[in-house]
């Protein structure tokens, strides 16, 4: 494995200054994916923690470590939340990001997460449903508008016994002035990404991930 897919660390210095004119990826590792684009940093499903569930004598082993830490991070401007597994939004990540970059930070979740994100002290929390849209108030400008729109994924969602389906899960749209990036999250096949290239697309670049469903 260490041959085939070697853990990287990641060139500080193009992190720090990504091109302007162009899309920069950075894969941290599972669904966490760092975007930079069109002048801003967006942060996927962040899991920097070294496993993954309620408590780490509950939880799953990482089974790569992660490239870099949240500390070795660049400014980050936005961070989009597709689900609330374990493996996909992380307790301990969510505080250290946000002890970090505070206010800076603004969180694009799915409907019936703000609670939960405001109680990690997140403060710039924006809730959707499918199909709804958020741009991001960094620029005021129309023509400079980096917009989020939460689109339909094939999944679920779980984090406690008595919340199944409680909270949406989907994809996200990130449609900026020169170039548009979609997130997956977690997704079977579905007639939906069809839907989703006619409304938004064509993708300059899209994180989609594999075997996160049956069969194998």
């Known amino acids: 494995m260490d041959q085939t897919l070697p853990v990287l660390k990641p060139d500080q210095a193009a992190l720090d200054s990504p091109p302007s004119s162009d899309i920069q990826v950075t894969w941290i590792g599972h669904a966490t994916v760092l975007v930079q684009m069109d002048g801003v940093n967006i942060l996927t499903d962040p899991v920097f923690n070294d496993y993954c569930g309620m408590a780490r004598l509950l939880g799953v082993k990482r089974y790569r470590p992660t490239p870099c830490t949240v500390e070795e991070l660049p400014m980050i401007d936005a961070v989009c939340i597709s689900h609330n597994h374990y493996d996909h939004l992380d307790y301990t990540t969510v505080c250290q990001l946000?002890?970090?970059?505070?206010?800076?930070?603004?969180?694009?979740?799915?409907?019936?997460?703000?609670?939960?994100?405001k109680d990690c002290g997140c403060k710039n929390v924006y809730e959707l449903?499918?199909?709804?849209?958020q741009s991001h108030p960094k620029f005021t400008e129309k023509d400079k508008a980096v917009k989020f729109a939460f689109t339909p994924a094939q999944h679920w969602c779980r984090r406690g016994i008595n919340d199944f389906n409680k909270v949406l899960w989907g994809s996200w749209s990130v449609i900026g002035p020169q170039h548009r990036f979609f997130f997956a999250g977690d997704t079977g096949f579905c007639s939906m990404f069809k839907k989703i290239g006619t409304r938004y697309g064509p993708f300059d670049l899209a994180a989609i991930p594999i075997g996160a469903y049956s069969p194998r």
């Open 98 to 117: 946000n002890k970090k970059f505070g206010d800076n930070i603004h969180w694009f979740v799915p409907m019936g997460l703000s609670s939960w994100m």
């Open 129 to 133: 449903q499918w199909w709804h849209e």
